[in-house]
């Protein structure tokens, strides 16, 4: 068989997620007619040059109609820089001609490669290495790297063919030798004229520095927790290492779900023979691979700090988060040009960013662990031991306590994406405040009272964006603050210009009136921020409120919110029709939300059906109706399973039963899910065609059948509307 | 292999039972005794689903090749005792147009008839 391989990339059992991203670049690079430009940012580490390398394997293998080129850039400067990149893209474009990946993989010198073109009866291009000859000789960088850059266009004009560049790292193209001009120029101007890339970049300065025309930023985040977590159990189970699954989700979170970092740990732990079923183990082996091991490796590799004073600056801005110049230059002493030096290189890095004279940490938790490392070993004289120790310490301590509320981020997200949901909307005001909500909320159900009136209803805003509150609370404790800024009564003006600060409280236990207080307190200092605008604040707590909280609330003008009105807001903002029904039923009772997670293995998808079953008889629904949702969703958790990539993976359910309908979401680790198909009408005589009918069997079981792009892949969302015994029956009739 | 209590045969016809669940595995296991008693000679095959609660989307492309099969032996095959979903899923897929269904495995042996509209 032809070894298919053209540039290294891991191996496909340790490679998790990130198919939305490379199919988007496959279907951006076909689009010859609309050059696009892509820049791909994300942290160091978080898998770029493998989303690059994977999409450009799909394109070399999988079409015709674009050359795609992959250069990584090397930190080459000048004649050598041109050299590098002529090279490898004449290379590839032959090679690509030829469908040959020897070609790729030999490290060819530019006379061999100019044979080749004239060989392939690409005299035009040899053209190319003439005057690039011409430039070395004469010492020209700027005519060398205007003539290498230049060269796909050339190409494209000459051959008719268009060329897509994947360009990775190309940060390291902005960072001249001493007095040679910056590759990055010479690059825009040549790639301006009409060639698509994709290009990687860990710093923002790319996209800042506006150098290229029309483009278009994917910023690349973690994995997300779903697939981190499945990701590690894939990976322990195939190293043999013993996990837990709540140990994983912590180390998931921890390594803020970076791939490299977690194939690290769990690399480390299979060497050491280490469980990872214990926080203990998992700190343990945490802080050797953070110190001595492949993350630290990994982290000094672009990590450079040339002076002690150097290292406190970064020191700092990691342990704050935030600092300004002026900050920064009082209190190290430092001259405005040593500033300027050092955070150009720690923004070269990706981990910090600039912008209006503040600074901000952007390297991640495990660069500001290691960045403290160095410091309180190099500055402070701490030894490696004692310092480990107490990361261990510390780690050991926040892990405990994270074990103990387990539904702490998810609480906090689900109120982020509701206040994002807040489009100008008219909700009803009992649903922001939960003494008059708990008052008329027995057994399951809110008792409307029998007259309402317009005043009863509050018009959220437009939020346009959140983000919590860490920037202006170092040092404060107690409930989580998100801040969601945006306008109402759809004008866009300042008058009209809105901020609402929320107060979560995750813990499993009520908002007290400590709780109350702390978050009042905080409000009015957090207020300052946001001077002449109007502000609302309001507190969700999962788990309710002290009475003596809900009094304080409320005599301060502070909306409340439990999970129960949360859960009635939520549908009420999603769907239009059930907001105008609870404006007017006398009875609201909030969805009931049931998660679900089954392995991927045989007849696991019963214990769906079985979980379905009863939640639908206690909805009411009738026999047929049960058994319709049981064989509807036994097909989309087949469909799930038969599409996902991890062999240990598993398939997400989630059971929103409704006043009028049960809707269930169907999820995998990480994959795609079958597109409907579509069954063409087979002709009377014969028998139907033999494959491919699950997705309209749901269709034909269900009331609606979504298919839903998630992060990572896809959902199936199924959904039933409640018809009690007989309504069904009479409309069949 | 043909299984014990799966089946009955009544003269040259025979009634299989197949499990309350048709997925791979079971269908497999249907297509096999199928198999073995077209090879027996016998080609009046009545399914009863009167134990199946669920049938799948593989279970499903099972059943249509055990049909063909049936069909290429010029035999023929009835199904009886179907609950309401499974019913639905069959009309779904188009197979209540080629397959007699009757709601008892005594009505579908009984019908003196079957023969004739049954051969598919």
């Not at chain 1, 540039?7 to 689009?31: D, M, T």
């Not at chain 1, 990361?391 to 103990?404: A, Q």
């Not at chain 1, 945006?486 to 008058?495: E, I, P, T």
Request: hydrophobic fraction near 40%.
């Amino acid at each position: 068989m032809k070894d298919r391989l053209l540039f290294n990339i891991c191996p496909e059992g340790e490679f998790f997620g990130r198919l939305s991203e490379i199919n988007y670049i496959i279907e951006r690079a076909k689009e010859p007619a609309h050059p696009s430009r892509t820049l791909l940012l994300g942290r160091r580490w978080t898998g770029k040059t493998e989303i690059l390398r994977r999409a450009h394997r799909e394109l070399f293998w999988g079409q015709g109609s674009v050359v795609p080129v992959y250069y990584q850039f090397r930190g080459y400067g000048g004649i050598s820089a041109a050299e590098d990149f002529l090279k490898e893209f004449i290379k590839q474009y032959l090679a690509f001609r030829k469908r040959d990946p020897e070609a790729i993989r030999q490290e060819l010198p530019l006379e061999r490669l100019e044979k080749l073109l004239m060989d392939s009866d690409s005299f035009g291009l040899s053209e190319i290495i003439s005057i690039h000859n011409e430039a070395k000789r004469g010492g020209d960088t700027s005519a060398a790297l205007k003539n290498a850059y230049g060269a796909p266009s050339l190409i494209e004009a000459r051959s008719g063919v268009p060329v897509y560049l994947l360009l990775d790292d190309i940060d390291k193209a902005s960072v001249a030798d001493d007095g040679a001009p910056a590759l990055i120029d010479a690059l825009a101007g040549a790639l301006n004229a009409s060639t698509s890339f994709i290009a990687s970049s860990s710093s923002k300065g790319i996209a800042e520095a506006g150098l290229f025309s029309h483009l278009e930023v994917i910023e690349l985040k973690g994995l997300g927790d779903d697939v981190s977590v499945a990701m590690m159990a894939e990976l322990c189970r195939k190293y043999g290492v013993e996990s837990e699954s709540e140990v994983l989700s912590y180390a998931a979170g921890r390594l803020e779900h970076n791939p490299m970092h977690i194939k690290s740990l769990i690399w480390a732990a299979s060497r050491a023979g280490v469980s990872l079923k214990d926080l203990k183990n998992l700190i343990g082996v945490y802080a050797n691979e953070l110190f001595d091991g492949n993350i630290g490796c990994l982290l000094r590799s672009y990590i450079k700090v040339k002076t002690l004073n150097g290292l406190r600056v970064l020191n700092y801005i990691a342990r704050s988060g935030s600092a300004s110049e002026e900050e920064l230059i009082e209190k190290f002493k430092c001259g405005k040009e040593e500033l300027k030096k050092l955070l150009d290189e720690f923004s070269a890095a990706g981990i910090v960013e600039e912008g209006l004279g503040s600074i901000r940490w952007a390297g991640g938790r495990a660069a500001r662990e290691y960045i403290s490392y160095v410091f309180e070993t190099r500055v402070k004289g701490r030894s490696p031991d004692e310092v480990k120790s107490s990361l261990v310490r510390d780690s050991l301590k926040e892990g405990f306590s994270l074990k103990g509320a387990k539904v702490q981020p998810r609480f906090k997200e689900d109120v982020s994406r509701l206040l994002r949901s807040f489009n100008g909307q008219k909700v009803l005001k009992v649903l922001l405040r939960n003494p008059v909500f708990a008052a008329r909320f027995k057994n399951g159900a809110y008792r409307a009272v029998e007259s309402r009136k317009e005043e009863d209803e509050v018009l959220l805003p437009q939020v346009i964006g959140c983000f919590d509150s860490l920037r202006w609370e170092r040092n404060e404790t107690g409930p989580a603050v998100i801040i969601a800024q945006g306008f109402q009564n759809n004008r866009y003006d300042s008058g009209n210009e809105v901020v609402w600060i929320t107060g979560v409280k995750e813990a499993l236990s009520p908002i007290n009136l400590g709780d109350a207080e702390s978050f009042i307190r905080r409000s009015l200092i957090l207020k300052e921020n946001f001077r002449g605008l109007r502000i609302a604040r309001w507190m969700v707590g999962g788990e309710g409120f002290t009475a003596e909280a809900q009094k304080r609330l409320e005599a301060e003008g502070v909306y409340s919110t439990d999970s129960a009105q949360m859960r009635i807001l939520k549908e009420s903002l999603e769907d239009k029709g059930a907001a105008e029904r609870l404006k007017s039923s006398p009875r609201i009772v909030p969805n009931k939300e049931f998660e679900v997670v089954i392995p991927s293995s045989t007849k696991a998808e019963l214990v769906a059906a079985k979980a379905v079953e009863e939640i639908g008889t206690e909805m009411g629904f009738d026999e047929n109706s049960i058994a319709q949702i049981k064989a509807a969703l036994v097909e989309s958790c087949i469909n799930a399973f038969e599409h996902s990539k991890i062999k240990s993976g598993k398939v997400f359910l989630k059971f929103i039963a409704g006043e009028d309908r049960l809707t269930i979401h169907v999820q995998n680790s990480g994959a795609e899910l079958d597109a409907p198909a579509g069954q063409g009408a087979a002709p009377l005589d014969s028998l139907p065609k033999k494959r491919g009918w699950g997705f309209e069997l749901m269709k034909g079981l269900m009331d609606e059948v979504r298919l839903e792009r998630v992060h990572n892949g896809a959902k199936i969302v199924l959904v039933k509307y409640l018809m009690r015994k007989g309504d069904r029956d009479d409309k069949e009739a | 292999m043909i299984r014990k209590h799966n089946f009955k045969e009544i003269g040259g016809s025979v009634i299989l039972y197949p499990n309350n669940y048709i997925n791979d595995i079971e269908g497999e296991k249907l297509e096999e005794m199928c198999e073995a008693f077209l090879k027996k000679g016998v080609k009046k095959i009545v399914i009863d689903f009167s134990s199946t609660d669920l049938i799948n989307s593989i279970g499903i492309s099972i059943l249509i090749g055990i049909i063909e099969k049936v069909k290429e032996r010029k035999g023929a095959i009835l199904f009886s005792g179907l609950k309401k979903v499974n019913h639905d899923i069959f009309n779904i897929v188009g197979l209540t147009r080629h397959i007699p269904v009757y709601k008892t495995e005594e009505e579908a042996v009984s019908d003196l008839k079957w023969e004739d509209h049954a051969a598919v």
